[in-house]
């Protein structure tokens, strides 16, 4: 059985800018895609592709945000693959919805003998909590087990396997635990991820999800610096990593 002690954040599609040769912006400094569509699309409302005031894409960005404009940002989707994260912060997760979509592994259709589980973060170092943590989970899934064989037996009757073990699974994943891993495709327009990012990265959110988002973060920051530069990670008093916003939510 595989125990998870992080998540797994993978980039898998970022914003592909096409500038129009007709409205050729003067920019400024260095700058992605993602970074350079929300610019454009910013200055495409005062039509200043002039760039009268001289700044370069960071310092644009960094005052549409002060401004509050954050409908700009929302242009530029950026997609990661989730993986190493529990059902139960998966489900924290998706309760962000303004500009997020999500593909999620499904326990109706996917075995979930071979289930990897996610410790908590509150348990982990604490040899003994995390040994009696490992003997509930393992009984958890041996009990899944023995519930899908149970189920395909009684519904022996229907003849397509395939909606058999649909049946099966779907019932007997109600004994798994919010600690089985689950993976999640999660694309987000900017704007949506600052938002999460912001409620999320606070010392309120829960633990799991917190250290999630701050993962989150050190991906989005190293792909488009330029968004998410004035979020700035920190330890908080509580030993785990935090992250404050100077630009709040727009
Ligand atoms: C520390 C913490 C504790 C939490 N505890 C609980 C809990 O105990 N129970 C619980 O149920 N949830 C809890 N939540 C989840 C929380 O209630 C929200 O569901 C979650 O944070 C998503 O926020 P949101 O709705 O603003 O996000 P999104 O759905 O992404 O919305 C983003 C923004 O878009 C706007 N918006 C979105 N939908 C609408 C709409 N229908 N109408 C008008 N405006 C809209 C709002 O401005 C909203 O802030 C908690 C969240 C945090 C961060």
Redesign the pocket.
Known sequence: MDILRAPRITLIARPQFLEPAHLPVQWRGEAGDGERLAEFAGRLCYMSQANPAKRDTGEYLDNIKKQGHGSVLEHAVYVLLIEGISRSCSH?LV??????GYSQLSQRYVDESHAAFVVPPAMLGDAPLEAAWLAQVTAAQAAYVAAVEDLMRRYEWVADKVHRRKMAREAARSLLPNATETKIVVSGNVR?WR??LE??C?E???QE?RRMAVAVLRVLAAEAPLLFRDFEIYRAEDGAEAARVTYH?V
């Open positions: 924290e309760r962000h919805r303004a500009g997020f949506a938002t999460m409620l999320r606070g309120g959110a829960e999800i939510k």
